[in-house]
């Protein structure tokens, strides 16, 4: 049902750098809105990583970095740590004939090699 | 430190009525620009948005859900509460409420701490 698609997995050695898609459409992403990012640990709720594009709130650690250009976002891992293993979200809106929503991606699974 | 936490029964049983309440603290539902949301997480899937309520009162809803779907805000009790109606065990899944920030649409800046929810007679 997710309108967000992102790679199922992608995994990567300590200290290496690791990027998640996030594509979307002329209806969403495409249409301005704002892409965010949650990070979701193990048996945790998520956690709001990157809000509005590319920033990070406070107390995230800045080898997170988030970018948009048309209609797909990425999210990048620089310096991959080992608590850095876990499922990673993209988030916008869309608005169509359909109707509007909050829609999410499919979720991408981080794994420290 | 905004918080909020789910409650509500962990197993309901098919064509039943759930309702979840969430209470939160450290922010006022009454304030300009504020809101609640309510998103869910089947067992080992993607997160999906159910509803959102608005400090004035404007509701939406996931266009899919949204003939099934009541949200409700209790200001003096710092609380939101949401039912869904004719449960099914696809429905089964951990229901998260978030407090919504931001302008536009916004995000979901502080989520609570979820709640399994079970549907099976």
């Known amino acids: 049902q997710s309108v967000l698609t992102q790679p199922p997995s992608v995994s990567g050695a300590p200290g290496q750098r690791v990027t998640i898609s996030c594509t979307g459409s002329?209806?969403?992403?495409?249409?301005?809105?704002?892409v965010h990012w949650y990070q979701q640990l193990p048996g945790t709720a998520p956690k709001l990583l990157i809000s509005v594009n590319s920033n990070r709130p406070s107390g995230v650690p800045d080898r997170f970095s988030g970018s948009k250009s048309g209609t797909s976002a990425s999210l990048a891992i620089t310096g991959l740590q080992a608590e850095d293993e876990a499922d990673y979200y993209c988030q916008s809106f869309d608005s169509s004939l359909r109707g509007s929503l909050y829609v999410f991606g499919t979720g991408t699974k981080v794994t420290v090699l | 430190q905004i918080t909020l936490k789910e409650s509500g029964p962990t197993l309901v049983k098919p064509t039943q009525t759930l309702t979840l309440t969430c209470t939160f603290s450290?922010?006022?539902?009454?304030?300009?620009?504020?809101?609640v949301g309510w998103i869910r997480q089947p067992p080992g899937k993607a997160l999906e948005w159910l509803a959102l309520i608005y400090w004035n009162d404007d509701k939406r809803y996931s266009p899919s859900l949204k003939s099934r779907l009541t949200i409700t805000k209790d200001t003096s009790k710092n609380q939101v509460v949401l039912t869904m109606t004719n449960m099914d065990p696809v429905d089964t899944a951990t229901y998260y409420c978030?407090?919504?920030?931001?302008?536009?649409?916004?995000?979901?800046?502080?989520w609570g701490q979820g709640m399994l929810v079970t549907v099976s007679s």
């Open positions: 978030a407090h919504r920030g931001g302008s536009g649409p916004g995000r979901f800046d502080y």
């Open positions: 002329s209806s969403n992403i495409g249409a301005g809105y704002d």
């Open positions: 450290e922010f006022s539902l009454s304030t300009s620009g504020v809101g």
